[in-house]
């Protein structure tokens, strides 16, 4: 009997097994309740008789007060709403495991990263940052990574974004900027998005956001899925190994399956589509077992050497180029798990990068300092106690000794007469931890100088890294970039800010300042005149930075044109088909494809089954309205002349049509199965097929092996001028 579960139901038996291993989840266990084969009953284990009527006085009467059973579920359910979290509110998580592969004993005492082969289990929250939490997957905007790892020494919080810098580089101006991001505040408009006045005009007026701002306006903002983007710690951490040498330290989790990212027209159709795209992504690449996997990696720079670059270690706008100092690999993080309740685990999960472990430390990086004092206090607000820390969620899986007591929900039951210490009473516990018991001790780091509200001059550079950014991209990723700003700007309603915005992009390329320029109404010729708003060489003792030019010309991990390309693992596949398909040629793609870990999709013109020629029934998921072409990574317009004819029939010509057309504009690998060429014809595919190589053809040489590379590939952006303006 178990060995036919196995052969049936593999990823279930990954996921149980993976459970058996992980102690969080083991601990989770004591708090999950099934419901299955249970009695409905109230709060206080009182089972109910009758759940559809309340207490009346008589069967057309008033109801009673004295119906607790109302009572109690009416003002639950009143309650049952918590306030979302001030940024990043939209968001999905998943359980995993972290596996040490290559040892930092070097330099950090922290075990999870010491001991090779363990597993640590996580928990992970990717999140957008301006939405409301019922708002689209897909806006144009960063995406937060924030995992905990549940140490047998503690938690420790990354609470990463997918891009490696930030907006500002002091946390004093955190709520300038979300304040500028979010809705404007008299008329809450608009939602999960950047292009606004209040958001350009904040940018305009602060040149350290430049940087920042080519990784928003980049495709890193809309990616494909959460399981293909990086994650980035940002700020510099520091390592300190058990001889208190400490080495700065930068985080990377870079995705197995490349980092890939949608067209922003396919960004903003998925969001009327489905904007859950991002969370089902998630969600149905763990059930089906296709776990996403990161490797983890650190740069790490030396303590003495913290002044050998052209950028402060300290400042958040800055990146240390992989050039210089590279990415080592120490392990993987993979997710296998979903959540059993959204609310209990993914709402009430509370992150801190405040939350550490022996053997890694902040920086004096002012930004990060500033979080440190941020995350607890929300928590406050959005959890509603002090005792966050034991929702079950939240808990460490070492059990909490110490003599905090009391506050709203408080959980744990501590025996015993003592509350403080020292203490005779009991013993004198709990005790403090010598450091070799694992006890934290701070980095003695030796400070002195003068209190002042000042910005170091050595974080006045805003210009080089953006720079550096933008001239590591293809000429495809500069082209989305540039009409990212297009689009943002063109919101935009008062003409001097995009004035000034334009002003701020030529310190970083003449180019792109023009193109934009032109497309906003912006004059960059009258911009950079002597009385223009410009000035002409700004003074960095004035704390405005002056137009530098990058140390490196480009770095190679800045453009996803680099990624990995050589898997199609969980890529969606839109099979077109209707009656009369050919079964044969369905059938071998399917199993191929399926092979090499992708996921097929039958759309048909309804959801009725689709009869193949050979006796084959296939089940279609989708209709051809139902669903578009923006929801799949390829298309396959299945063979046979009968579907062929019916696909181009008047009920499903347009629908047809439209995902070819669609597919094709956003650069997607189309295959056309035999007896297709009359959709093909019909379509506006206008590069012949040895031109645009994912385009495919079933009388090709080797047809299903380009397919599959074409779909590895993922878009074919260098045709994407040709696809969208036909000569
Ligand atoms: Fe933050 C949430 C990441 C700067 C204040 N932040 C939050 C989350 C992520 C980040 C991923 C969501 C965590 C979750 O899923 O629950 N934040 C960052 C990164 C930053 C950053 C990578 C810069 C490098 N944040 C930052 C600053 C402040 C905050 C400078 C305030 C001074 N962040 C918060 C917060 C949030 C938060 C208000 C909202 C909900 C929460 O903390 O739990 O405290």
Known sequence: MVFVICISNNSNIMKENNSHKNVKLQKLQDHITDNEGEKLSTNQGLRINNNQDSLKSGERGPSLLEDFILREKITHFDHERIPERIVHARGSGAHGVFKLNQSLEKYTKAKFLTEVGKETPVFVRFSTVAGFRG??????????????????????????????????????????LVHAVKPEPDNEIPQAASAHDTFWDFISLMPESMHMIMWLMSDRAIPRSY????????????????????????????????????????????????????????????????????DFGVQLIPEENENDFDFDLLDPTKIVPEELVPVQIIGTLTLNKNPDNFFAETEQVAFHPGHLVPGIDFSND???QGRLFSYTDTQLSRLGSPNFHEIPINRSINTVHNNQRDGHMRQQIVKGKVSYEPNSIGGGCPFQAMMKEGGFVSQAERVDGHKVRARSQSFV????????????????????????????????????????????????????????????????????????????????????????????????????????????????????MEQGVNGKEVNQLQSKLEKEGAVIQIVSGSLAPVNADDGTVFEPKHSLTSTASVCFDALYICGGKESAKNLLNPENKAGTLLFVNEAYKHCKAIYFGSDTDQIYIESNISLKQHEDSAIIHATEKNNDKLFIKAVANHRVWEFEQQRNNPA
Request: glycine residues 6%; hydrophobic residues 40%.
């Open 227 to 294: 399981r293909m983007m990086e994650g980035f710690g940002v700020h510099s951490f520091k390592f300190i190994n058990s001889e208190g040498d400490s080495h700065f330290v930068k985080f990377h989790f870079k995705p197995k399956l490349g980092v890939h990212s949608v067209a922003w027209d396919e960004a903003t159709k998925i969001s009327g589509k489905d904007p859950d795209f991002h969370r089902r992504d998630l969600w149905e690449a763990i059930e089906n077992g296709a776990f996403p996997e990161w």
């Open 461 to 576: 550079d805003h210009y080089s890294q953006a720079k550096l950014f933008y001239n590591s991209q293809s000429e495809p990723e500069k082209v989305h970039l540039q009409n990212a700003l297009i689009f943002e700007l063109s919101k935009v309603t008062i003409p001097a800010i995009r004035e000034r915005l334009v002003g701020q992009l030529l310190f970083i390329n003449k180019e792109l300042a023009s193109v934009v320029a032109k497309k906003v109404g912006v004059d960059v010729i009258k911009l950079k005149q002597p009385n223009g708003s410009i000035p002409a060489d700004a003074d960095p003792k004035t704390l405005q930075s002056k137009e530098r030019e990058p140390s490196i010309p480009s770095s190679e991990a800045l453009s996803m044109a680099n990624t990995i390309k050589d898997t199609i693992k969980s890529r969606i596949i839109g099979f077109i």
């Open 135 to 176: 708002s689209t997957d897909l806006a144009r905007d960063v995406r937060g990574f924030a995992v905990k790892f549940y140490t047998e020494e503690g938690n420790y919080d990354l609470v990463a974004n997918n891009m490696p810098v930030f907006f500002i580089q002091d946390a004093i101006k955190f709520p300038d």
């Open 366 to 368: 002012p930004l990060l």
